[in-house]
């Protein structure tokens, strides 16, 4: 770009470009348009489709302002970093080339903008630092305020943790992004998608962090925040933060504590277990429709919603803090009537959590602060409803709802009834507020009706009827007369300027006016913004209190959307103990129980203590419902560890520390994983960090290689959750291998069950209900069947099925029997040995 001979306007762009980060695109305002230059305008029109024009020879694209907020999020969610410069001083009045300046720069993990963002989501960014044996991973929400850090151990664990947080940005320093590039491995891989930023080393110098935290956080210590000989959590937490207000290019003043977190706190659900289960997606990523959030959330806030979705992902794993959480529902849902009137009062309430923080950066409109006293209006309300639980937990998020009642009045008096939602367009500041604002809004409106009044005066006075009271820029307001009436003009006017035809006077009057007229408009915005900025810093002055008491009100709403899921699908209390035992009576499904009915679903049963009843080994048809039964009773637990009723008759739960589920099948192509591989992966976690407290879903191990390797390791598999000091846990174990039966007379705490059918004929009818004992038919071929597999393949099937059966029961040296020559070559081609139990059925 050297050899182009720059424009002034194009030179003060490449010094903007210049002072953005690399990866950024750059939106310069000219005018009522954002327009790109170079290649920022090839990246920005491929991605919004815009036409792609040429400027004295290079390249250029643009859109209009006003329609920032339409294109902005789809640059955003291509995974572009946007930086805007604003006009900094209206065109009409400067002197030479506009002042510009970058007023933000926008990327994944640092959005404050409504359109930009998911109302019932967090937008993370995250920070990750390398320590001594642990990595340190700080996330801060911009737009709510929350920042937290926590230590995690291991590279399996931190990427469970971004896939929780949803992160979408995470900061590194270059020193760590060359060791993830030279070491394989290194870098965790969240299934979430997540941008990598590399920021310079000394964002991570610890004395620069700590001394930066206790800059924003207005403390002498960190040690009050629990980061007292926590360099790694501080760094992360200083680097965070400093590179989101750079980017903000603001304070961010809303920021104003950080919560230390273990992840030893919560059930612990890793990956693979997140997408099983479907806790908050479904497994094919297309919302909350078809998870268990979806069945959960009928919140009435964005904040409830943040709430219960970090509930869902996070169940708890104390006693005393479970029973808190399920009294709360308890109460809600016993009092139909009261809950109603609760969740109406709340449902007026909006985000006051991203409205706090848009105002503290300064991004926040007279609609925001309008919201904010509707929202805050409603507290009393809330306050007195509440008032009629005695549950601790009520009692508790009631004491933190502080009432607002200066700041509700400033904004009600001060902000105007439908105010727009530019400043800039003036009218935001209600009339009778402010009587210089009044005396200037009156000037600009009334100017025109004050100088026809002055001209039907003078044509009066003077008794000239072609006096004519004009403007022009040069010399303002003034009276023209013609030649023939000059002698008629009084002599208290004074003459400005001479014409061939005419001449132009001023009189005191009339530059009195004139100065109220000129600029009116202009002097009434500048004053509406002054006045604005007043209220908002009056405002802001509440911006700790109000997190608090929206913190408090998101807690009430997520509780009573557990209540009143409990009171629409009839679910009931758990019963919560410290034991191994897991004992539910009548438990249905809760995201398919919602979608059928309860009167539809078939209800089942479990039965784990943590003894004689350690293992349930489950065989059946396919389509009959393992999978389901197994996805139901990791279900129920997140359910009742996260403070919820559940879908059942009754449920005793010991408390589980851990989740692990291995539940279908799938390749991962991208890491060179084939479908077996993912599964022996997937186990291998699972036998690798399971404990006597956790518990365990699997279906269908070995299903992805030969029948007798398959079966060895499952049966290996079962063996050691049994045996094994340092599992002996909770498992509910699917399979098509009926030989694991056998378990159940060898292994004191292994149990058989089966999925019920109905025969009738060579129809079969899935009851869908566990029983008891075992079975040793799958009916895959009848299946098979049900889909539509043509009638030939299904008939030659069961040929084929009964001449195995026959080979299967026969002695093992009836592979003597084939004829010689087969075996001959299938020992040449060495993709099979003589003792392959599919050699079979190659040779008929």
């Known amino acids: 770009m050297a050899d182009i001979n720059l424009t002034p306007m194009m030179q003060q762009y490449r010094e903007a470009k210049a002072s953005i980060p690399p990866d950024a695109v750059l939106l310069f305002r000219l005018g009522d348009f954002y327009e790109e230059f170079f290649e920022d305008a090839e990246k920005v029109s491929s991605v919004l489709e815009l036409t792609l024009t040429r400027r004295q020879g290079y390249p250029m694209c643009g859109f209009p302002y006003h329609a920032l907020d339409t294109y902005l999020p789809r640059l955003v969610a291509a995974g572009v970093k946007v930086a805007i410069a604003e006009q900094m001083e209206d065109p009409r009045l400067a002197k030479g080339i506009v002042k510009r300046q970058i007023t933000r720069v926008i990327t994944p993990g640092t959005i404050v903008d409504n359109a930009l963002l998911s109302p019932s989501c967090n937008n ?43 992160a979408r940005e995470c900061v590194i320093s270059h020193r760590l992004d060359a060791r993830f590039n030279e070491e394989e491995g290194a870098r965790p891989e969240p299934r979430t998608k997540l941008l990598w930023t590399t920021v310079d080393n000394d964002y991570f ?35 965070v933060l400093r590179y989101a207000t750079e980017n903000l290019r603001q304070d961010a003043s809303h920021i104003c504590r950080i919560e230390l977190y273990s992840l030893d706190s919560s059930l612990e659900l890793d990956s693979i277990s997140l997408r099983n289960l479907e806790l908050v997606e479904t497994m094919f990523g297309t919302g909350k429709n078809g998870s268990l959030l979806g069945v ?52 007026v309430v909006r985000d006051l959590e991203r409205i706090v923080g848009r105002l503290n950066v300064g991004n926040a409109n007279a609609r925001d602060l309008q919201t904010l006293a509707v929202s805050l209006d409603v507290l009393p309300g809330v306050k007195s409803l509440l008032a009629n639980f005695n549950v601790p937990l009520l009692e508790t998020l009631n004491g933190r709802l502080e009432l607002f009642p200066e700041l509700v009045e400033k904004i009600e008096s001060a902000i105007a009834e439908n105010p727009p939602a530019q ?34 005066r003078e044509q009066e006075r003077t008794g000239i009827r072609s006096l004519k009271v004009k403007y022009n820029s040069v010399f303002g307001y003034y009276i023209e007369v013609s030649k023939a009436n000059l002698s008629m003009v009084p002599e208290d006017y004074v003459r400005k300027q001479t014409l061939v035809n005419a001449e132009r006077f001023i009189t005191p009057e009339l530059k009195e006016l004139e100065s109220k007229i000129l600029g009116a408009e ?82 089942n049963d479990c039965l784990l203590d943590g003894d004689r009843n350690r293992m349930m080994l489950i065989t059946g048809p396919n389509m009959a419902g393992k999978s389901t039964y197994i996805r139901q009773t990791a279900l ?46 997937e186990t291998a976690n699972i036998l690798n960090h399971v404990t006597p407290k956790s518990l365990v879903i699997l279906d269908e191990i070995g299903r992805g290689t030969s029948t007798f390797d398959g079966l060895s390791i499952a049966w290996a598999v079962a063996e050691f959750l049994h045996d094994d000091p340092s599992c002996r846990c909770r498992t509910q174990f699917a399979t098509h291998y009926h030989e694991l039966t056998e378990l159940a007379q060898t292994r004191r705490g292994v149990n058989n069950y089966n999925v019920a059918v109905k025969e009738y004929g060579d129809q079969i009818i899935f009851l869908r209900q566990i029983v008891p004992g075992s079975t040793d038919r799958s009916y895959g071929i009848h299946v098979a069947k049900l889909a539509g597999i043509p009638q030939p393949v299904i008939e030659r099937a069961n040929v084929i099925l009964e001449l195995l059966e026959k080979a299967a029961d026969a002695p093992r040296d009836a592979i003597s029997a084939l004829p010689r020559q087969t075996v001959k070559a299938r020992r040449r081609k060495g993709d099979v040995d003589e003792n392959d139990d599919m050699i079979q059925l190659r040779l008929l």
């Open 636 to 681: 129920l637990v997140v359910l009742a560890q996260m403070g919820s009723f559940v879908p059942a008759e009754s449920m005793e739960l010991g408390l589980v520390d851990r989740i692990f589920t291995r539940v279908g099948a799938a390749d991962d192509l991208a890491r060179g994983q084939s479908t077996f591989m993912v599964e022996m992966v």
């Open 124 to 166: 993370y960014l995250t920070c990750l630092v390398q320590g001594k044996d642990v990595w340190a991973l700080a996330s801060l929400d911009i737009s709510t305020g929350e920042f937290r850090v926590c230590r995690i151990a291991g590279n399996d664990k931190l990427a469970t943790e971004f896939n929780r947080l949803g």
């Open 423 to 456: 400043l800039s367009d003036g009218g935001v500041i209600r009339a009778g507020y402010n009587a210089e604002l009044d005396e200037l809004r009156s000037a600009a409106t009334d100017g025109k009706a004050w100088l026809s009044q002055i001209q039907l």
């Open 296 to 347: 959960l959330d009928h919140t009435e806030t964005p904040m409830g919603g943040r709430k219960l979705r970090n509930w869902v992902l996070r169940p708890l794993c104390d006693h005393d803090a479970i029973v808190a959480r399920l009294d709360a529902v308890g109460a809600f849902r016993d009092d139909p009537l009261t809950l109603a009137e609760l969740r109406e009062t709340i449902g």
């Open 522 to 603: 202009e002097k009434a915005k500048a004053l509406e913004a002054q006045l604005f900025q007043e209220l908002r810093e009056f405002a802001l002055q509440y911006t700790v209190r109000i997190q608090t008491a929206a913190d408090a009100l998101a807690g009430v709403d997520a509780l009573a959307s557990l209540a009143e899921c409990a009171r629409l699908h009839g679910y009931r209390r758990p019963r919560i103990f410290e034991d191994d035992r897991l004992i539910v009576k009548a438990g249905r499904h809760p995201v398919l129980d919602a979608a059928m009915g309860t009167d539809k679903f078939v209800p």
């Open 205 to 239: 110098d610890f004395s620069f962090a700590e001394d930066f935290l206790k800059r924003q956080f207005k403390v002498g210590t960190l040690d009050g925040f629990g980061l007292r000989d926590l360099p790694d959590a501080v760094s992360a937490a200083g680097a």
